[in-house]
């Protein structure tokens, strides 16, 4: 069955698309509003913000991956749209840091509702299994080249525009997105089998904590988080204060970081053909640990310049699309195809937990010790994020003809380009 064929699933794909690309350039002008309204607290501003998504997705995300069979899902999935695009409309009127807080926890809130109930859909709409797998692989690659171009597109629109005329595009995108959602047949939901929805929430926790190979992507998504929030929260901060640089350089910058993805996602396809998840993950999160560790070392001695911060940002770049890139097979071989939406869903939440822990620290200890405490204490962090995925992943699996274990499916040998939602 060809994937793209299919109607409803071509424009459901479309509508997730430009919805992603919406939420990517809302995060870079978001960081330049900050800056905007708070000079050099935009840090503070940035990591509060962004820890109010993080509480938005942590909560939300689970329970509405359990409601979402009691719900009409297309009419759901119109109106998370149409108040996204509302609230990224309004957020370049904001005068207050507040009215920031309030705007994003409503974007984030009805984001964090949209992801689980997506993944919820495609089984109904995509019912061949092959076709289903391609299916949530589609899925995870339009995450990962979102995270990869938007930094891009920001910075090519920001040379010609303003960052708030950003806010009108993404609205507009996110409108379009709603348009496509109405136009999709969408069945009903099939109810599932739990009396209690937290039941079913708590379900892909539950797998987590109890498959050794889910408990070292725990771990893992900690040393990526702790890399992460030094690109996402300090770079506003590092490279209008610290470089000089203007908002355009800001973007550019964030770019970089996505090079690092593109230069990884160009050559795993390859390597994961032959070589297993596990280690290639945990060469990322090496490579994440040596990033934080020079950020450190460049910034106690004064040596973080334009081309050394250009460099360790895309080195981290490359070592988040190591680790981040092979987890969605990984979570698809450790559970079976009705526990997918599930697991996918507590991997949304546990990923975001960790943001929760990372970003509050780049922001306001950033703001307030500077980067060399701060970077200091999330290299830490990812060092000991690092070492749990080594402890809790054991290096000797099943190998894929082996008879599968009662919890513990064995890892493929092969992969395609996915990224955890």
Known sequence: MRLFALRDYRRLFGAQVIALFGTGLTTVAL??????LAGPRAGVVLSTALTVKMVMYVIIAPLAAAYVDRLPR????????????????????VTEVWHVYLLIGLLQASSA?????????IPDIVTDESAYTRALSASQVAST???????????????????DRLFLGTSAGFLVSAVLVLSTRIPDARPSGHTRAW?????????????PRLRGVTALNLVVASAGSIVVVNTVNHVRDGLGGSQADVAWMLAASGTGTLLAALVLPRVLDRVAARPVMLTGAGVLVAGTTAAVSLSATGLLTRTATATVWTAIGVGMALVITPTGTVIRASVGRNAIPAAFAAQFS????????????????GTTAGFTVTWTVLAALATTGAAGALLLWPRHEPRPTAPVPARHTPAPARSSLTKAA
């Open 350 to 365: 546990l990923s975001h937990l960790a943001w929760l822990i990372t970003y509050p620290l780049a922001g306001w200890l």
């Open 145 to 163: 080249m979102e995270s990869l171009l938007s930094p891009v597109l920001a910075a090519v629109a920001l040379t010609f525009l303003s960052f």
């Open 31 to 36: 960081g330049l509003l900050a800056y905007d």
């Open 74 to 93: 297309r009419t759901f999935l119109f109106l998370l749209d149409v108040v996204r695009g509302l609230v990224v409309l309004a957020l370049p009127l």
């Open 199 to 211: 039941d079913k929430a708590a379900d892909g926790v539950r797998t987590f904590l109890r498959t």
């Open 113 to 121: 509702a949209f992801t689980p109930t997506f993944q919820a859909v």
